[in-house]
């Protein structure tokens, strides 16, 4: 079976930090560019950041939103993608999910939904007082 699982979602003080955990089971990570998704309450979801694959050498892209305080990670032994997150803001409360890109093909990651194949389940990030 194909899955993918978020986890490391959960509540932190504005100024914390939380490293979000993309498990998959039934194919290898390490062959798909990964993407962050996130959807705030209201909001539509958005692309967040991405990891290209392994033989790609894993070039990253960040939204500017996230830009300097988040950062996309590979560990290819525990088929599993990072993100950690740093110095969180209040409009960064939502769920985030993880994204498999459709084809091997596609190297380089890309923020557009549609050029996703697998979603997680989501988790949920609420950044509060």
């Known amino acids: 079976q194909v899955q993918v699982v978020e986890s490391g979602g959960g509540l932190v003080q504005p100024g914390g930090s939380l490293r979000l955990s993309c498990a998959a089971s039934g194919f290898t990570l390490d062959y798909y560019a990964i993407g962050w998704f996130r959807q705030a309450p209201g909001k539509e979801r958005e692309g967040l950041a991405c990891?290209?694959?392994?033989?790609?050498?894993?070039?990253?892209y960040y939204a500017d939103s996230v830009k300097g305080r988040f950062t996309v990670s590979r560990d290819s032994a525990k088929n599993t993608v990072y993100l950690q997150m740093n110095s969180l803001q209040p409009e960064d409360t939502g769920v985030y999910y993880c994204?498999?890109?459709?084809?091997?093909?596609?190297?380089?990651?890309?923020?557009?939904?549609?050029?996703?194949?697998?979603w997680g389940q989501g988790t949920q990030v609420t950044v509060s007082s």
């Open positions: 994204a498999i890109a459709y084809s091997t093909v596609q190297a380089m990651c890309v923020l557009t939904e549609r050029r996703h194949r697998y």
């Open positions: 990891i290209s694959t392994s033989t790609s050498d894993s070039t990253p």
